[in-house]
């Protein structure tokens, strides 16, 4: 079993959906978990960084934590078709420990 | 975060011979990691660039394969040597926020093809 697992999609939604993307993990050592945007030639860009359990907002975009269930998501709401991009979960032990990654899920928002 | 560049973006390259990757950040970082990300897997860490001394590497990679410099805290590169098709893949540098944070920023990737 890998540390973190992630569906790679692809997942197609229409403009203006709920998107739901999530990672589970198998580790109870990690307490950082971190969303990663990466668009199609690109490097990946931190979007969310949360500490331990809980949720945290960012306009659009809501990263939630479920420790207890080893289990992680990031809420997109009125996706738009400049959100289709390759999102990647990472997560660290925190201290000098290098965060783990997901594979990464494929998005696509169509007009 | 710093702003970090990379050299080459892309490159196309015949097996047996070796290209030098560049990584370059605009402020003074304290850690900085080179990754490979191939087609459909987890970016996966080839080694920890260390400062002044000898590079750090994960299972898997060797020295000799993936060479590694770190003359100062702005500025690495990365050989990918002998290659081979098996080493198409794209080269990302990484730098570790310099206050202690835990998040990772990353640079724009070069594209290797290996004919």
């Known amino acids: 079993q890998k540390e973190v697992e992630q569906d790679p999609g692809p997942l197609s939604v229409p403009e203006g959906a709920i998107v739901s993307l999530n990672c589970t993990y198998s580790?109870?050592?990690?307490?950082?978990f971190m969303w990663y945007r990466q668009y199609s030639r690109k490097g990946p860009e931190l979007l969310m960084y949360?500490?331990?359990?809980g949720n945290k907002e960012d306009g659009r975009f809501t990263a939630q934590v479920d420790k207890s269930s080893k289990y992680i998501s990031l809420f997109i709401r009125d996706s738009q078709p400049s959100d289709s991009a390759t999102y990647l979960c990472?997560?660290?032990?925190?201290?000098?420990?290098?965060?783990?990654f997901g594979r990464g899920t494929s998005l696509i928002v169509h007009p | 975060s710093a702003v970090i560049s990379q050299k080459p973006s892309r490159d196309i390259c015949q097996r047996g011979t070796s290209l030098t990757i560049q990584c370059q950040v605009d402020?003074?970082?304290?850690?900085m990691f080179w990754y490979r990300q191939q087609p459909g897997q987890s970016l996966t860490l080839i080694a920890t660039?260390?400062?002044?001394?000898?590079?750090?590497?994960e299972s898997g990679f060797v020295i000799d394969k993936f060479p590694i410099s770190r003359p100062n805290l702005t500025f690495s590169t990365l050989t990918v040597s002998n290659m081979s098709p098996e080493d198409s893949s794209i080269y990302l540098c990484?730098?570790?926020?310099?206050?202690?944070?835990?998040?990772?920023?990353f640079g724009p990737g070069t594209r290797l093809l290996v004919l």
């Open positions: 580790n109870s050592a990690f307490q950082y």
């Open positions: 660039a260390n400062q002044g001394s000898e590079a750090t590497y």
């Open positions: 990472a997560m660290s032990r925190g201290g000098s420990y290098i965060p783990t």
């Open positions: 949360t500490y331990s359990s």
């Open positions: 990484s730098e570790r926020t310099s206050d202690g944070g835990e998040t990772q920023y």
């Open positions: 402020s003074q970082v304290t850690m």
